[in-house]
């Protein structure tokens, strides 16, 4: 039900042409799993202080895989920066804490999807592995195969 859902909602809201809406959703499908590739390859590299080059480097890959890609990566970005907030707004009330980091988190998101290049974040001696994208990752319950 919420596949057709969002079929729906790409095809009425977003004006997405009959012949296009399955490009999208196959575009926001291979965005969502460079999403998940780079927060992946963050956590496999726990590297200090290299969150904002990954929050940078999945936009970017997510963008260019076209509208749907550039879709994906603002809603999975916007919702991955929106959820800490609010739980940080139950457990510390409405003191700010992360929301320094929540907006450098968030202009790293943008950067990316505006085509800039990620590496302008990359930390010194974050390990070449780390660059290159790979197809190793899965996306479990939210990837669209076509």
């Known amino acids: 039900m919420k596949l057709s859902t969002g079929i729906i909602f790409c095809f009425l809201i977003l004006g997405v042409s009959s012949q296009r809406w399955a490009t999208f959703v196959k575009e926001a499908g291979q965005g969502a799993k460079d999403m998940w590739r780079a927060y992946s390859d963050m956590r496999e590299a726990n590297y200090k202080n290299s969150d904002k080059y990954f929050h940078a480097r999945g936009n970017y890959e997510a963008a260019r895989r076209g509208p749907g890609g550039a879709w994906a990566a603002k809603v999975i970005s916007d919702a991955r920066e929106s959820i800490p907030r609010i739980t940080d707004l139950f457990k510390h009330g409405d003191s700010g804490h992360g929301l320094e980091d929540s907006k450098a988190?968030?202009?790293?998101?943008?950067?990316?999807?505006?085509?800039?290049?990620?590496?302008?974040?990359?930390?010194?001696?974050?390990?070449?592995?780390?660059?290159?994208?790979?197809?190793?990752?899965?996306?479990?319950?939210?990837?669209?195969?076509?």
């Open 105 to 146: 988190d968030q202009f790293a998101n943008e950067w990316g999807r505006s085509g800039k290049d990620p590496n302008y974040f990359r930390p010194a001696g974050l390990p070449d592995k780390a660059q290159a994208s790979g197809d190793s990752a899965e996306l479990g319950c939210c990837i669209l195969y076509l």
